[in-house]
T-cell receptor, first 116, second 113 residues
Framework: AQSVAQPEDQVNVAEGNPLTVKCTYS??????LFWYVQYPNRGLQFLLK??????LVKGSYGFEAEFNKSQTSFHLKKPSALVSDSALYFC??????????????FGGGTRVLVKP | DAGVTQSPTHLIKTRGQQVTLRCSPK?????VSWYQQALGQGPQFIFQ???????QRGNFPDRFSGHQFPNYSSELNVNALLLGDSALYLC????????????FGPGTRLTVT
């Protein structure tokens, strides 16, 4: 079974400061890892993914994430947060095993509040 | 290029009724997945359709069923609605079942009273 943990329900950060949203995962095989963002009354918007290769993945809107296999983590980061980054962030995992199909398992989400 | 579209946007139903939600995938995508997002929680996988067949299913009862049409659009049907079925239902599409990201629609907000 695969699972995702996002240990922080909410992260508060001042505009211009670095932003980190934590994510750890558990899968039986090697993972595909994803970050999505959700704005109020909207669907999920893709930010970035780790498939293979470089452990540091760069995505949309200045976000990046670092895959750490030994710590089974995939933390989302942004060097300088904007007020418009305030939203709900979800980490998701998918097992590479073909039998796992395309199913994404999501964490519970972390609300980010960026204050001016 | 239209993204994933879902209809209706909002829906209010009574316990015991049946509901059908609709999804049109992003152009070029042939795989559709459905997720349920309860308030304050992450999305939960319901099932996935590819080549008009249910390929994978999450831990949801048989009251939840679906269909995929030749044009890749999909329907989610829920019978005998319970109060606990109140949630945001999200449709996601992708090109095949490989490692690519899934693109999500805006969702249908279902309220069961």
């Amino acid at each position: 079974a695969q699972s995702v943990a996002q240990p922080e329900d909410q992260v508060n950060v001042a505009e211009g400061n670095p932003l980190t949203v934590k994510c750890t995962y558990s899968v039986s095989g090697n993972p595909y890892l994803f970050w999505y963002v959700q704005y109020p009354n909207r669907g999920l918007q893709f930010l970035l993914k780790y498939i293979t290769g470089d452990n540091l993945v760069k995505g949309s809107y200045g976000f990046e994430a670092e895959f750490n296999k030994s710590q089974t983590s995939f933390h989302l980061k942004k060097p300088s947060a904007l007020v418009s980054d305030s939203a709900l962030y979800f980490c998701a995992v998918r097992d590479r095993i073909k039998a796992a199909g395309n199913k994404l398992t999501f964490g519970g989400g972390t609300r980010v509040l960026v204050k001016p | 290029d239209a993204g994933v579209t879902q209809s209706p946007t909002h829906l209010i139903k009574t316990r015991g009724q049946q509901v059908t939600l609709r999804c049109s995938p992003k152009s070029g995508h042939d795989t559709v997945s459905w997720y349920q997002q309860a308030l304050g929680q992450g999305p939960q996988f319901i099932f996935q359709y590819y080549e008009e067949e249910e390929r994978q299913r999450g831990n949801f009862p048989d009251r939840f069923s679906g269909h995929q049409f030749p044009n890749y659009s999909s329907e989610l049907n829920v019978n005998a609605l319970l109060l606990g079925d109140s949630a945001l239902y999200l449709c996601a599409s992708s090109p095949g079942t490989g490692g690519g990201e899934q693109y999500f629609g805006p969702g249908t907000r279902l309220t069961v009273t």
